[in-house]
């Protein structure tokens, strides 16, 4: 390189030029601003200096490590805020490659805005310390993570990364439109250390799940690299905590906790065993991701399991056959899709195939409905390998098993934008009754529900009183009540809508 390189954050265009570092037209920055000309990556030979070009406002240097880690150890960074444009040094050049090859077939995203990466003409980026004291303090941070050392406390950045309290970490989703299953999480954390043991649950309705690596500093770089990121574009985002606990204790391998050091544990008893036996091959639904792939997702890139090309068709048993219809499939079902078809199997009345219209509604459905009790027994969701359910050919009588639900006025999801996307919630005792009309009143309500079955626990009106709180005594009671209640006529042209909440009483 002719000069040396000034690392650092350029808030404005003239930051840098009345440093004297930027000014001279053939130094090896100016020589690579014009790289923004170039949108053929083949341009410049392979390089351990990557560039990155039509970055969004206000972009952060953690945001921007995060596009490279996945990759490798990143060794420096220059930010150019005022151009939208930032350069990464990796530690090796098969580091670089790796990372530029991943994003020719997968367009990079930060903030969900595509970004343009290519091999700079530098080799390598000198530091100019005086300039660059944050970006120096956020890369420190992360390259103390990768080496499993501590930074230097005297680092302005010190503050940020601190040692790690804790190897577990507590993990919060949020606007969790898609399923997260063990899995997913497993394929995203595992970039950042080993991990040894995952539970998840729900909790105040939330998804959560407890994570524990081998080492605090393993958890410490994945706080950094993830927190407040998103595995699926623009949903699904990341809280992430230390916990209190220091060893998570996991009884049972299955769908909802896993240990990875003992592959001997039991499936479970009761509710896990089922869901447990069954755990392959929902898992097994869920495409495989490599490593760079799903670390790369994980850092909000790119959406991450690209789930389109799932089938939008259910495989549910275990059902209670002498009380199951396809209509109350396509009510449960419909709280979490558009269901088009169903079908109760002829020679098998306790399975079903249940057809929505896409496969991100049949992933969120199968997330929030497997292992669920309706009617009184534990019902295993699946993906079926079919593409579409068949109705019955004309003339011929299948005693009603078959039901074409595509025309129906009941679907949630029908208007794009429709509030009810953002209202997915997983089955709770609680249920958000609408619709109500002046008239009804709490004991009204309370009876309409009672004689569904079970015991109503709580209720409390909204200030409209067009809108209510229900609780029941268990979650199967409110999946009853739903079921039999939802578009229930209340007269005057009310139809009850009925959902789960994730408030409680």
């Known amino acids: 390189m002719d000069g040396d390189v000034a690392v650092g954050v350029k808030r404005g265009s003239d930051e840098l030029l009345s440093g004297g570092h930027y000014n001279s037209p053939n130094s090896s920055v100016t020589s690579n601003g014009s790289d923004s000309k170039k949108l053929r990556v083949e341009e410049n030979p392979p390089s351990r200096v990557i560039h990155i070009r039509k970055l969004p406002n206000e972009v952060s240097e953690t945001e921007v490590i995060a596009l490279g880690l996945p990759f490798g150890k990143v060794t420096n960074i220059l930010m150019l805020k005022g151009k ?6 990796m530690g090796t050049e098969e580091a670089a490659i790796t990372m530029v090859n991943y994003y020719t ?14 091999y700079s003409n530098h080799k390598e980026l000198k530091t100019d310390s005086a300039l660059n004291q944050r970006a120096q303090a956020v890369l ?8 499993g050392s501590s930074p230097n406390s005297e680092s302005g950045g010190s503050e940020s990364v601190l040692p790690a309290p804790s190897p577990v970490l507590r993990i919060i989703i949020d606007n969790m439109f898609y399923p997260v299953t063990l899995d997913v999480l497993q394929q995203i954390f595992s970039k950042f250390g080993t991990v040894m043991k995952i539970i998840t649950f729900t909790k105040n309705n939330q998804f959560q799940a407890l994570l524990q690596y081998s080492e605090p500093v393993n958890a410490q770089q994945a706080k950094l690299s993830l927190d407040g990121q998103n595995i699926y574009n623009s949903c699904c985002t990341l809280r992430i905590d230390y916990s209190k606990l220091v060893n998570l204790n996991v009884k049972y391998n299955n769908d909802k906790s896993r240990d990875y050091t003992r592959p ?7 509710q896990d065993s089922s869901m447990g036996k069954d755990s392959t091959s929902l ?20 959406a991450l399991a690209g789930h389109s090309g799932t089938s939008g068709v259910l495989l549910v048993s275990n059902l209670n056959e002498e009380m ?28 079903a195939l249940i057809q929505l219209s896409d496969g991100n509604q049949a992933q969120l459905a199968m997330s929030h409905l497997n292992g669920q009790k309706m009617y009184g027994k534990i019902i295993r969701v699946t993906l079926s390998k079919h593409t579409t359910v068949q109705l019955p050919r004309d003339g011929l009588d299948d005693q009603g098993l078959t039901k074409d639900f595509a025309n129906s006025p009941l679907h949630r999801f029908k208007k794009p934008g429709s509030k009810n996307f953002q209202n997915i919630f997983p089955p709770s005792a609680t249920m958000h009754l609408s619709n109500i009309p002046e008239n009804v ?17 709580a209720f409390k009106f909204f200030q409209d009183r067009k809108m209510a709180l229900l609780q029941m005594s268990t979650v199967e009671e ?11 006529d209340m007269g005057g042209g009310h139809r009850l809508k009925v959902s789960f909440s994730k408030s409680t009483i």
């Open 84 to 89: 939208n444009q930032a350069f990464l040094e």
């Open 478 to 488: 409110a999946i009853q009540g739903l079921i039999d209640l939802h578009n229930y």
């Open 264 to 270: 001997d544990l039991p499936a479970g008893d009761g």
């Open 140 to 147: 420190q941070a992360v390259s103390a993570v990768q080496d």
């Open 441 to 457: 009143t709490e004991d009204d309500l309370r009876l309409l529900f009672s004689n569904a079955g079970g015991t109503v626990k």
């Open 324 to 351: 199951v219809t396809p209509q109350s499939l396509f009510t449960l079902f419909g709280v979490y899709g558009d269901v088009q078809r169903v079908k109760i199997l002829f020679n098998k009345k306790d399975s």
């Open 283 to 302: 898992l097994g639904a869920i495409s495989p991701l490599s490593a760079a792939a799903a670390a790369a997702a994980a850092a909000g890139r790119v």
């Open 105 to 118: 077939t997968v367009t990079p995203q930060v903030r969900n805005v595509p970004v343009f990466i290519q």
